[in-house]
Every structure is written in structure tokens, then in C-alpha cells.
């Protein structure tokens, strides 16, 4: 396994220990050299040991492509240029190759004497730019700012940049590169004047600060909203493999990282798992009639569909909650029916928004009858309504979704 740091560096080393325990081994044991880990154990008879080498996001489709890792650990989706690199092998962004195992957000942090408590992404975005470098100019103290960045590998570093800036692009002259999310929080706890962004589960100690996009509510990340995947700087933990290649070991511990049993260890150690759950929302005081009565009386499921690159087609991990939500249903304690809302991208054309964000619950609904046979369901469409990002490339993908709801 090769790549992302934040992958790499504890759950990657977790699930291959569940795994093998899940195979019977005994004796396992973890060595570990910096951001090198090696998982050995005593399996059928044989030591068998599995290199894990977190290097950064980019690294893990190198390592595919120059075959010297069955497995690619990324902190975000595949790149084009990269789909391109490895095209041979087949759609890498296919559910057969693209494992989404976990759910994580970039907080931004700050030291916790800060009084600074919320920011829009439009002044993150400006501190990074060095447009923004004194505390007072956000209300807070004469304090010079020093925002923390990742190295240019580092797939948090990519997330941050396309949600923030809408592309990655090189570090302004005044903004510090850390080596990992360790350094970013350690300095975060020393300087007062200190800004950066770390994984949710790497926050301990720090002041989280609250973000506000468009007309959206100021956010402070919780477990529950980063499940819906509500939250602006939400992300996906994936693991890659080569579509079209069948290896016992790499399809049966990916099984085994989606399965109920790996997604428990992802909660385990701080990232927000895919298991389902239930949420009690707060009704937007300016959502439509329909959409306020039911936050007001039903509760949301953490499940939201989301389309391959803003196409019509579920993507990868959609296809797969399928599955739980039907497993969720089944498991259920009392008698639901559930309501799908729909949503799409702002159009210059409302009733094309409306009529695109009624598609798309459609979608869901047509799967879920025809492949889990789930047919109780309503439709409920709100065209653009409460859209999560304002950034044009990232508006396709966050903006258009279905919501699950239970009555």
C-alpha cells in the first residue's frame, strides 16, 4: 500500500491488522520508520508482511502505474491526468477500482487563546493569499498571522486548495510548509498567531473555527454533519486498485474495509465511518414549505447520493450505500418510508433546476426498486436550493445530491 499520509500513518496499519485477524493470523506485529509501517504476521503457516509506505496522495497512482503497490491510499479523488496515466489498466474512478472507506474534514484551527471563531472561506481563502496577514483585521489582536500550509504532494494540501482556491496552485511567499498534519498542530498549540487546516481527527487541543459559505450558517465540524457530507471542506478517504485485476488478498481486505466490521476500526481511530445513522436536523427558517415540515418531524439519514463528476450516473460510493441503506432498513427497530429530496447545481433556469433535481431523486429511487427492492418511497424536489459551494468546479458534485429522509 502506498500514498496518503493521512490514510497511511494509522488507519491503513488498523484495517491491516483487522484483516488479518479477521484471516486468523496470529503474532502480527507493526514496525515503523517515519512514515513507513510494515505489518507482519504468521498466516497458514508462513510470515507474511505488508509494506505501507505514506508518502503523499500523488504517490499512490505512481505506485500503481510503475506496479510497486497493489493498493493507492488517497485523501482525495483521482485527477484526471492520473485517470490518463492509468486508462490502460481501465476507469480508475469505477466502483471496481475506487474504494471510498471514510469520511474526514479539513478544520482550520487555530491556537486556543485565539477569539477569532468563525471565518468565511472568502477571508481563508485571502489569508492564504497573504491579502489577509494581521488578526486585527478580522477583529482580533495586533498578532501577525502565519498560515500553515501542506507540502505539494500531500493529497490535504490538493483538497484544501481546490475547495479554498478552485485549483492547486503554488504557496504564496509569508506561508510556512509543514511536512504533515503532526507539525501543522504542534506549531497550531505554540503560535498564537498560528492558522491551519488538519484532518478532524487530528484537532485535540486546538480551537476549531466555525466556516461560512454563501448564505449558509457559520459551521463548526461535527461527526454528524461531515457525515452528510454537508460541511464545506468535507472529504473522502479512498483506496485504489487496478480495475480488471483480480488478487485474493487486495479484493478481500478492501471487502473488509467497507464491510461493517472495517468501518468500525475507521471510527476507532478519529475518521467518520459510512455506517448510517440517524439525524436530528435544524429546519432552515427560509427552506420551502415541504423541506421545513420535514426536518421539523422526520430525521435525516447520514447517506447523501452524489453523481460521477455531476453526470447522471450514482458514483462510486453511492452505489455502494445503496446496499447499506438497504441493510439499514432491514435492521430498522420500527416500520419507515423514506423521502428522497433532490437537489442540483443553480441553472440560469429554475424550473431546469427543478426539473434536473427531481431527476436525480428519481435515480435513486429507480435503483433502490429495482436493485434492493425498496419501493417505499416520495420524491421530493428543490432544485437549487441551500447549495453547498459557490466554487464553480466543485458545484456539479457538492451541490447536486439526494438527501435521505425517514418518516
Request: net charge neutral; proline share 5%.
Amino acid at each position: 500500500m502506498t500514498g496518503s499520509n493521512t490514510v497511511g500513518a494509522e488507519l491503513a496499519p488498523l484495517l491491516v491488522k483487522g484483516y488479518l485477524q479477521s484471516l486468523g493470523a496470529t503474532d502480527i506485529e507493526q514496525r515503523s520508520e517515519g512514515v513507513r509501517h510494515w505489518i507482519s504476521a504468521q498466516l497458514e503457516g508462513r510470515r507474511v508482511e505488508v509494506p505501507i509506505l505514506a508518502l503523499g496522495s500523488s504517490t499512490s497512482f505512481k505506485a500503481l502505474n510503475e506496479d510497486s503497490a497493489d493498493i493507492g491510499m488517497a485523501s482525495r479523488r483521482i485527477k484526471r491526468k492520473e485517470m490518463q496515466m492509468l486508462a490502460r489498466f481501465g476507469d480508475l474512478a469505477g466502483a471496481e477500482a475506487e474504494h471510498v472507506v471514510g469520511l474526514d474534514t479539513l478544520t482550520i484551527g487555530v491556537h486556543p487563546s485565539n477569539p477569532i471563531a468563525h471565518l468565511t472561506m472568502d477571508q481563508v481563502r485571502q489569508i492564504y493569499e497573504r491579502k489577509i496577514s494581521n488578526w486585527q483585521e478580522l477583529g482580533g489582536p495586533d498578532l501577525p498571522i502565519r498560515p500553515l500550509h501542506r507540502d505539494i504532494e500531500s493529497g490535504t494540501r490538493t483538497t484544501f486548495d481546490e475547495d479554498v482556491f478552485g485549483e492547486s496552485r503554488p504557496a504564496e511567499p509569508g506561508v510556512y510548509e509543514v511536512s504533515g498534519n503532526a507539525e501543522t498542530r504542534q506549531i497550531v498549540l505554540r503560535d498564537l498567531g498560528a492558522i491551519g487546516y488538519l484532518p478532524f481527527a487530528h484537532t485535540q487541543g486546538i480551537k476549531k473555527v466555525a466556516l461560512k459559505v454563501g448564505d449558509l450558517a457559520a459551521i463548526v465540524p461535527d461527526r454528524g454533519i461531515i457525515a452528510t457530507e454537508d460541511f464545506p471542506l468535507t472529504r473522502r478517504l479512498f483506496l485504489y486498485k487496478k480495475p480488471g485485476q483480480y488478487k485474493l488478498h487486495v479484493d478481500s481486505f478492501l471487502h473488509f474495509a467497507e464491510s461493517p466490521e472495517g468501518q468500525k476500526l475507521v471510527a476507532d481511530i478519529g475518521f467518520i465511518n459510512l455506517t448510517p445513522v440517524a439525524l436530528k436536523m435544524t429546519p432552515y427558517p427560509n427552506a420551502p414549505e415541504a423541506y421545513r415540515a420535514l426536518m421539523t418531524s422526520g430525521e435525516r439519514l447520514s447517506i447523501s447520493f452524489r453523481f460521477a463528476n455531476g453526470s447522471s450516473e450514482l458514483d462510486s460510493r453511492a452505489l455502494k450505500d445503496l446496499r447499506r441503506l438497504e441493510s439499514y432498513m432491514e435492521q430498522a427497530d420500527r416500520e419507515l418510508s423514506l423521502t428522497l429530496v433532490g437537489f442540483s447545481d443553480q441553472k440560469s433556469n429554475n424550473n431546469i433546476a427543478d426539473i434536473i433535481s427531481r431527476f436525480r431523486a428519481l435515480k435513486v429511487q429507480g435503483a433502490l426498486l429495482r436493485d434492493h427492492q425498496l419501493g417505499d418511497s416520495r420524491i421530493l424536489a428543490l432544485g437549487a436550493f441551500a447549495p453547498l459551494t459557490a466554487d464553480r468546479g466543485q458545484a456539479p458534485v457538492k451541490n447536486s445530491r439526494v438527501e435521505v429522509w425517514l418518516n
